[in-house]
Each structure stands twice: as structure tokens, then as C-alpha cells.
Nanobody, 126 residues
């Protein structure tokens, strides 16, 4: 079993920045997993944000966050990050970290991922 724990959420003003962290444990060799961030706003479906190949470091970002958000990983720490800059109110959501035993390219479908964190609330105020 893989355990994922997110941290770093909070309240920020429009135009501000936050960095989310996802600490992974258990589950054996994380290099075999594809890691992703999804988000879910109230009344909306879960939305793909970004993904990274843990082994190669290859990344992909949704068009809605491209140029503002960056996914990265720290292999020795078994941690994945989501750096979020130029935040807008549309970015307000619960952000979830996910891990999938799947191959590149990453799926934007949440059911393709096997493990999920509990989520971190990000609120962007005007």
C-alpha cells in the first residue's frame, strides 16, 4: 500500500503563490509510479492538474495551469511538489495527490490512479 500525505495548502491573495507537497511512503519502488495532482472545486468534477514520471522526471501540465504551476519531485525524500504561482480565484479547490501504476503519457482520468491523498485546501481570495 502507498500512503500519500499532502501539505502546504492555505489561504492566499490573488496573484500570490503556494507550494504543495505530497509525501509518499510504503508501496515499494516509487520509481515505478506515475505521480499526479488533481483538484476539485465545489460542485465540479475532479480535474487533472499535472503529472510527473517519478523515474525520468518528465512532466505534463493542464492547459489551465501551464506557465503558472510546476510539478517536481525529490526522489531521496519520496516527495512530489506543486509550485503554484499567479493564483486566481479559479484555482480555489481541494488539491489531491495521486499515484498510479501506469505508464507515460499520464491519464487525465482520476480512476486510472490507484492511490490518493486526503487533499489540501487551497483558497484564493480577491
Amino acid at each position: 500500500q502507498v500512503q500519500l500525505v499532502e501539505s502546504g495548502g492555505g489561504l492566499v491573495q490573488t496573484g500570490g503563490s503556494l507550494r504543495l507537497s505530497c509525501a509518499a511512503s510504503g508501496g515499494g519502488r516509487f520509481s515505478t509510479y506515475l505521480m499526479a495532482w488533481f483538484r476539485q472545486a465545489p460542485g465540479k468534477e475532479r480535474e487533472f492538474v499535472a503529472a510527473i514520471d517519478w523515474n525520468k522526471g518528465t512532466t505534463r501540465h493542464a492547459d489551465s495551469v501551464k506557465g503558472r504551476f510546476t510539478i517536481a519531485r525529490d526522489n531521496p525524500k519520496n516527495t512530489v511538489y506543486l509550485q503554484m504561482n499567479s493564483l486566481t480565484q479559479d484555482d480555489t479547490a481541494v488539491y489531491h495527490c495521486a499515484a498510479g501504476r501506469t505508464t507515460w503519457p499520464p491519464s487525465s482520468i482520476s480512476s486510472m490512479y490507484d492511490y490518493w491523498g486526503q487533499g489540501a485546501q487551497v483558497t484564493v481570495a480577491s
